[in-house]
């Protein structure tokens, strides 16, 4: 089984996070970024699948900041070649359907019987990647996928939907699929073991050139939540306290009487 997992890198949310002077994006300029948490559950399942069933396991990304160490932590996991995509800003950020539309000119010439991705990041909570690429190639496509089970030329896959409901389906491969959760946590790579990738993994870099989208939506202003004051502490007993928020409650015409 030939599978392609797509990874995206992020800006570390433990950083503290500023926006740039256009007021458009955040400064990317003294941020770490990081792999997709999703796209590593994407990367172990494609992995698990290996081990399952055999094949080979492709990681690909687009040229972005610190994208180098996450392709050779894949490549220490196990991938069999990792890719990356040129041809873009790779400090900007790269739209969802531009960054698909690279990945489906790449994917078109390499046939693979699979793609798995993140179901979602943290700059595309709409979860658009794995459909978006499915309907520029016109394969078939499943989101919120946590199992995963090859058989002949399909794929049978469970789906964990709203208000706990699960759906299985069975898809026709190739197929996209956007990964929820892998079978079990992703693994860890030492430190060791990517410098050694390092030393003898080479990152194929393929030229994409900038594909036509259409109109999307544009960042017209991004800017953090205004303050609005702090906490007021309310002090005294508990029943002192309880008499105070009834207070507040009616002069703010919340409560009646």
Known sequence: MDIVVVVRQLADLVEELEVNDEG??????????????????ALEEALCLKEAVGGTVTVVALDEPDVDQTLYAAAAKGADRVVKLTGHDPDGWVRTRERAARVATWLRDQHPDVVLTGVQAADDLDGQMAGVVAAYLGW??????????????????????????????????????????????????????????????????????????????????????????????????????????????RARGLVRA
């Open 24 to 41: 458009t994006d955040i400064d990317r300029d003294f941020v770490k970024f990081v792999a997709n948490e999703w796209d590593e559950a």
């Open 140 to 249: 078939p496509h499943a989101a919120v996928v946590v199992v995963v089970e090859p058989a002949g030329n399909e794929l049978t896959v469970t789906q964990e939907l709203g208000g706990g409901t699960v759906a299985t389906s069975t898809l026709a491969m190739p197929a996209v699929l956007g990964i929820q959760a892998a079978r079990q946590a992703p693994r860890y790579a030492p430190i060791s073991r990517i410098r050694q990738a390092q030393q003898s993994t080479t990152i194929e870099e393929v030229e994409i050139d900038e594909p036509a989208i259409g109109a999307v939506a544009s960042v017209r202003r991004l800017f953090p939540p205004p303050s609005r004051g702090g906490a007021e502490m309310l002090e005294g007993s508990a029943a002192e306290v309880a008499d105070k928020i009834v207070e507040i409650l």
